[in-house]
Nanobody
Framework: QAQLAESGGGLVQAGDSLRLSCLAS????????VGWSRQTPGTERELVAG????????YYRQSVKGRFTISKNSAENAVYLHINSLKPEDTGTYHC???????????????????????WGQGTQVTVSS
């Protein structure tokens, strides 16, 4: 059974950096587009970054451009989200989502209510204190 497992979250201070990991099992990340979705209680889930199956094309939400970097390592079958200069508004649960459609479709579908792609991880919590 294919699974996505996130890790790397924690309690950090504003200005710190983190690297979140999404480790895939039972599927190859070279066959799916992968995104990172952020959920904060009381707010809508939002897609913050995505990467094509090829690793060439990427997507970033406007509010995180310049601070978030998504990457993948095919040998490790993992996708990473590097976050620099963390802000309190970055607080939330970060979920990894994979879609067998191209990245542009993942980005479109991420606007749907409760979109979870073809594969969805349980998430890792990031809390940023000011």
């Amino acid at each position: 059974q294919a699974q996505l497992a996130e890790s790397g979250g924690g309690l950090v201070q504003a200005g710190d950096s983190l690297r979140l990991s999404c480790l895939a099992s039972g599927l190859s990340i070279d066959t799916v587009a992968v995104g990172w979705s952020r959920q904060t209680p009381g707010t809508e889930r939002e897609l913050v970054a995505g990467i094509e199956d090829s690793g060439i094309g990427t997507y970033y939400r406007q509010s995180v451009k310049g601070r978030f970097t998504i990457s993948k390592n095919s040998a490790e079958n993992a996708v990473y989200l590097h976050i620099n200069s963390l802000k309190p508004e970055d607080t939330g649960t970060y979920h990894c989502v994979a879609d067998q459609n191209p990245l542009y479709r993942l980005v479109q579908r991420a606007k749907e209510l409760d979109y979870r792609g073809d594969y969805w991880g349980q998430g890792t919590q990031v809390t940023v204190s000011s």
